[in-house]
């Protein structure tokens, strides 16, 4: 009986430490979204490395082993300077996450990680089985 009780309590421990750290529901529903590169530019060069800070995101990409860049604004996403033989794309990719915390995802994550975790199982045939038994007989 002791078990249950201990959590049961760390449970509701648990739900209260999730419950005050939680942002109110207005700000919780809006999403937190910021701009990246895109993966390859309009020519098909695949970046290679990203630079961000305040005011600019830089997005390198080599080609023919010469690095060429596209400098967008990091609020607006829209292009600065163009160092790519205008090969940059107008405006940076836009990615939103949502800031809520979706407890129904992340258990059925859970589960569909455990289980793949488990070793599978096999039922065994049953013709085979016969099969081996009756040449078993047969010797």
């Keep these: 009986m002791r078990w249950p009780c201990a959590s049961l309590l760390a449970f509701a ?3 209260l430490l999730v419950a005050a750290q939680s942002p109110s529901p207005s700000s919780s529903a809006r999403a937190a979204c910021a701009f990246t590169c ?3 530019d309009l020519k098909g060069a ?5 630079t961000t800070d305040a005011e600019a995101l830089v ?4 080609v023919n082993e010469v690095d060429r860049t596209c400098t967008y604004h990091s609020v607006t996403g829209s ?3 163009d160092n790519n033989d ?3 794309a107008p405006v940076a990719v836009r990615q939103c996450a949502s800031k809520r915390f979706n407890i129904v995802q992340a258990l059925a994550e859970r589960r ?6 488990r070793p599978q199982t096999s039922v065994p045939d049953l013709s ?3 099969r081996r038994a009756a040449l078993r007989r047969a010797k």
Excluded at 46 to 50: A, M, N
Excluded at 59 to 62: I, Q
Excluded at 112 to 117: F, G
């Design 59 to 62: 997005c390198s990409f080599v």
């Design 13 to 15: 421990t648990t739900a």
């Design 79 to 81: 292009l600065i300077n």
């Design 38 to 40: 895109h993966n390859v």
């Design 46 to 50: 695949e970046i290679s490395f990203v």
């Design 128 to 130: 085979k089985m016969r």
């Design 112 to 117: 569909r990680l455990a289980a793949a975790a």
């Design 86 to 88: 205008s090969a940059c």
